[in-house]
């Protein structure tokens, strides 16, 4: 497979247990932008990473520790390198959040390089 072989509708879904580490709505975010990475993976080229741009999610409700969350991300857009996701994140009992993340596919050695040129000398 490569991103030539995307095309939306594609969809991924991971779980995870609730844990005192995971219960503030920003770990349901990184889980989002961790299920997005995880759905892209098989079709980026050895070199290739994405890396998030845009996240607009709403956290509707709030997950007991303990409890298991769903998130399902479906691509919904394709422009160029830029892929857009709705993303829905659920608990056992109901919605928890709801969005779009975007991320962008990089050339990782050129994105190293010029993070390395940032750098103070």
């Known amino acids: ?20 580490a995971l219960a503030v709505p920003a770990q349901m975010i990184a889980f989002v932008e961790w299920t997005c990475v995880h759905a892209l993976a098989p079709y980026l080229a050895p070199g290739q990473r994405t890396v998030g741009t845009r996240v607009e999610m709403t ?5 007991p520790i303990g409890m298991i969350v769903t998130a399902e991300v479906e691509l ?6 830029r892929f857009r996701f709705h ?3 659920r608990d056992e009992v109901e919605t928890i959040g709801e969005g779009f993340h975007e991320r962008m596919v990089i050339d990782h050695a050129r994105f190293m390089e010029r993070l390395a040129r940032k750098r103070p000398r």
């Open 1 to 20: 497979m490569t991103l030539d072989d995307l095309k939306p509708g594609l969809r991924h879904t991971e779980t995870i247990r609730v844990g005192e």
């Open 59 to 63: 956290h509707s409700a709030a997950t």
């Open 76 to 81: 919904v857009e394709i422009d160029g390198r």
């Open 87 to 89: 993303a829905r994140c």
